[in-house]
């Protein structure tokens, strides 16, 4: 029974759409990330959210729009989609505590723009 | 500068090794200190937590020296299932029970037979 599930696990699209990329968590976490791991397999945080509440926002372009319908749920849109998009998008919970340093990463979404 | 910089090796040991990472981190904020591992085209997963005293997992010590904002990872009796990447993470203090944990780059070990 898979804790944090991202759909889909793969996304071949072209310059220019519009795609999004889903993330449930089953662990009754309150707070979900979006991390961004690029071709040299940087991992670099995007958003946090706390109880569907934007937290952390990391000068993200705004052609990326996290939406959260519940503390379960964190769907990431990304319009225009850009060459410099094609990475490997992972989602992630953790409880609400502080120092907790585990967070639960999904399997990751890869996504490559044409 | 990164905020977290780690030597992005690769590290080639034979079995059996001990091998060390090493990791420095820029923001004195920063509270909490973890190594995560990660397989090839696989998610990161916890490793260890990182203390001050100097913490032990069976085979992985960690430790941590605040003042030089400098953290470290040592596996003994290196297995080829060690063989992944590990991700040196901080957490950066960001206001109630937020937590924005910071990577860095990894460090890649390949255990050989």
């Known amino acids: 029974d898979t804790a944090v599930s991202q759909t889909p696990k793969y996304l071949v699209t072209q310059m220019g759409n519009d795609k999004s990329i889903k993330c449930e968590q089953n662990l009754g976490h309150d707070t979900m990330y979006w991390y961004k791991q690029d071709s040299k397999k940087f991992l670099k945080i995007m958003f946090s959210?706390?109880?569907?509440?934007?937290?952390i926002n990391e000068t993200v372009p705004n052609r990326f729009s996290p939406k959260s319908p519940d503390k379960a749920h964190l769907n990431l849109h990304i319009n225009s989609l850009e060459l410099g998009d094609s990475a490997v998008y992972f989602c992630?919970?953790?409880?609400?505590?502080?120092?907790?340093?585990?967070?639960?990463f999904g399997e990751g979404s890869r996504l490559t723009v044409l | 500068r990164k905020e977290v910089e780690q030597d992005p090796g690769p590290f080639n040991v034979p079995e059996g090794a001990t091998v060390a990472f090493n990791c420095t981190y820029s923001?004195?904020?920063?509270?909490?200190f973890f190594w995560y591992r990660q397989d090839c085209r696989k998610e990161p997963k916890l490793l260890m937590s990182?203390?001050?005293s100097g913490n032990e997992d069976g085979r992985f010590t960690a430790q941590l020296n605040r003042a030089s904002q400098y953290i470290s990872l040592l596996i003994r009796d290196s297995k080829l299932s060690d063989s992944a990447t590990y991700l040196c993470?901080?957490?950066?203090?960001?206001?109630?029970?937020?937590?924005?944990?910071?990577f860095g780059t990894g460090t890649l070990l390949a255990v050989q037979p």
């Open positions: 923001n004195s904020a920063s509270q909490s």
């Open positions: 993470v901080v957490n950066i203090a960001y206001g109630g029970a937020t937590n924005k944990l910071i």
């Open positions: 959210y706390n109880n569907k509440e934007l937290i």
């Open positions: 990182v203390y001050s």
């Open positions: 992630a919970s953790s409880p609400l505590r502080e120092d907790t340093g585990e967070l639960f």
